[in-house]
């Protein structure tokens, strides 16, 4: 009778530690399942760029390669629905309007104006936008702050080093006496840049004339009246619709001698004499993450921090730098101090094309 009681406390055994292993194995089953979900899903993702410009274009093309390889790795697709609103508002609205009905998984606004309207158009709508390229993020209202946006969009911000910028000009030209703001009013991510240029301008005893516009004869007008007004230099900071009407302004001011700074290495692509800022192929690659990070593991733009970048690239556009008397070499040594790293370029006409930069 004993001997019956422990063979039945033996298979009792067996059978609850088989029932054990059971539930373990159908455990990890559904784990497994349940993290290769999301294999073969395919997502939907809208990218909408302001205008054609170098830097612009190379933060698409770099969305777009990355999201191809991310979809490799994990098994996933990204279907891509490009569209460029050419710095037209009415188009812009119409973009935002048709990818909302669309239903878009995720839309990539390309540069501040773009993000404000894709923000607006996607209110209540639960559609994430990831921003790329938004100089003043918190400025511009998109986000209550850089660390915890607080709502359905987040993204990557290309903020400019104002001061640098200056360095950069005095470094080129110390006898600079009086110094041209160009930019254009209705680019809030200009804002903040120019009113800290103002401040650290006055503060170095340098006289500053201000000229905006927001047309391409505008934006030459103005290149004109800064001409006429004789200044040593000009500071434009990270603003599409002056870095649009580059190639028609650039010559002037090479011709008058006037170092043009921009707030981007695409002005030097087009003509100015320096672009100083981020590298904007990083941003693009970044930007395509942070897409992935929302739609693949299911990260909150809300409290998903702004990113960041090194933004002490500076790009000379060697080509400019010879018209306007400038020595290279004595250039890049004086530069050295301001920057991270130093660039040159020769104009390129095609807005598309932004190879032709060589690391130095």
Do not use: W
């Given at each position: 009778?004993?001997?019956?009681?422990?063979?039945?406390?033996?298979?009792?055994?067996?059978?609850?530690?088989?029932?054990?292993?059971?539930?373990?194995?159908?455990?990890?089953?559904?784990?497994?399942?349940?993290?290769?979900?999301?294999?073969?899903?395919?997502?939907?993702?809208?990218?909408?760029?302001?205008?054609?410009?170098?830097?612009?274009?190379?933060?698409?093309?770099?969305?777009?390669?990355?999201?191809?390889?991310?979809?490799?790795?994990?098994?996933?697709?990204?279907?891509?629905?490009?569209?460029?609103?050419?710095?037209?508002g009415s188009t812009l609205n119409?973009?935002?309007?048709?990818?909302?009905?669309?239903?878009?998984?995720?839309?990539?606004?390309?540069?501040?104006?773009?993000?404000?309207?894709?923000?607006?158009?996607?209110?209540?709508?639960?559609?994430?936008?990831?921003?790329?390229?938004?100089?003043?993020?918190?400025?511009?209202?998109?986000?209550?702050?850089?660390?915890?946006?607080?709502?359905?969009?987040?993204?990557?911000?290309?903020a400019l080093n104002t001061e640098?910028?200056?360095?950069?000009?005095?470094?080129?030209?110390?006898?600079?006496?009086?110094?041209?703001?160009?930019?254009?009013?209705?680019?809030?991510?200009?804002?903040?840049?120019?009113?800290?240029?103002?401040?650290?301008?006055?503060?170095?005893?340098?006289?500053?004339?201000?000229?905006?516009?927001?047309?391409?004869?505008?934006?030459?007008?103005?290149?004109?009246?800064?001409?006429?007004?004789?200044?040593?230099?000009?500071?434009?900071?990270?603003?599409n619709t002056i870095m649009t009407?580059?190639?028609?302004?650039?010559?002037?001011?090479?011709?008058?001698?006037?170092?043009?700074?921009?707030?981007?290495?695409?002005?030097?692509?087009?003509?100015?004499?320096?672009?100083?800022?981020?590298?904007?192929?990083?941003?693009?690659?970044?930007?395509?993450?942070?897409?992935?990070?929302?739609?693949?593991?299911?990260?909150?733009?809300?409290?998903?921090?702004?990113?960041?970048?090194?933004?002490?690239?500076?790009?000379?556009?060697?080509?400019?730098?010879?018209?306007?008397?400038?020595?290279?070499?004595?250039?890049?040594?004086?530069?050295?101090?301001?920057?991270?790293?130093?660039?040159?370029?020769?104009?390129?006409?095609?807005?598309?094309?932004?190879?032709?930069?060589?690391?130095?």
């Amino acid at each position: 009778m004993k001997m019956k009681k422990n063979l039945l406390k033996k298979f009792t055994a067996i059978v609850l530690t088989a029932a054990v292993c059971l539930s373990a194995s159908a455990c990890g089953n559904a784990k497994s399942s349940e993290t290769s979900g999301k294999s073969g899903k395919t997502y939907k993702v809208g990218v909408v760029q302001y205008v054609d410009d170098a830097s612009l274009n190379l933060i698409e093309q770099n969305v777009e390669s990355r999201l191809k390889e991310i979809g490799k790795e994990k098994g996933v697709k990204f279907e891509i629905d490009y569209q460029n609103g050419q710095a037209d508002g009415s188009t812009l609205n119409q973009i935002a309007a048709n990818m909302v009905a669309d239903k878009e998984d995720c839309i990539v606004a390309i540069a501040t104006p773009t993000a404000q309207i894709m923000q607006a158009a996607t209110e209540g709508k639960n559609i994430p936008i990831i921003f790329s390229a938004a100089s003043d993020p918190v400025g511009a209202k998109l986000v209550n702050s850089m660390d915890k946006p607080g709502a359905n969009i987040t993204g990557t911000s290309d903020a400019l080093n104002t001061e640098a910028v200056i360095n950069l000009m005095l470094a080129a030209k110390p006898d600079t006496k009086k110094v041209g703001l160009l930019y254009s009013k209705s680019e809030d991510a200009s804002a903040k840049a120019i009113k800290d240029a103002k401040k650290i301008l006055d503060k170095k005893g340098i006289k500053y004339v201000e000229k905006t516009g927001t047309t391409v004869d505008e934006v030459s007008a103005a290149a004109d009246a800064l001409i006429a007004e004789k200044v040593d230099s000009v500071f434009t900071p990270t603003d599409n619709t002056i870095m649009t009407a580059e190639l028609s302004i650039y010559e002037k001011l090479s011709k008058a001698g006037i170092a043009h700074f921009g707030g981007a290495d695409s002005f030097a692509l087009n003509g100015a004499f320096c672009g100083f800022g981020v590298n904007y192929a990083n941003l693009g690659s970044k930007t395509a993450d942070m897409v992935a990070d929302v739609l693949v593991n299911g990260s909150d733009p809300a409290s998903t921090p702004v990113e960041t970048f090194d933004n002490g690239i500076a790009t000379i556009n060697t080509e400019t730098c010879k018209a306007i008397g400038l020595n290279l070499d004595d250039v890049e040594k004086a530069f050295k101090p301001y920057c991270t790293s130093i660039n040159e370029t020769k104009t390129n006409v095609k807005f598309n094309d932004a190879s032709d930069s060589d690391a130095q």
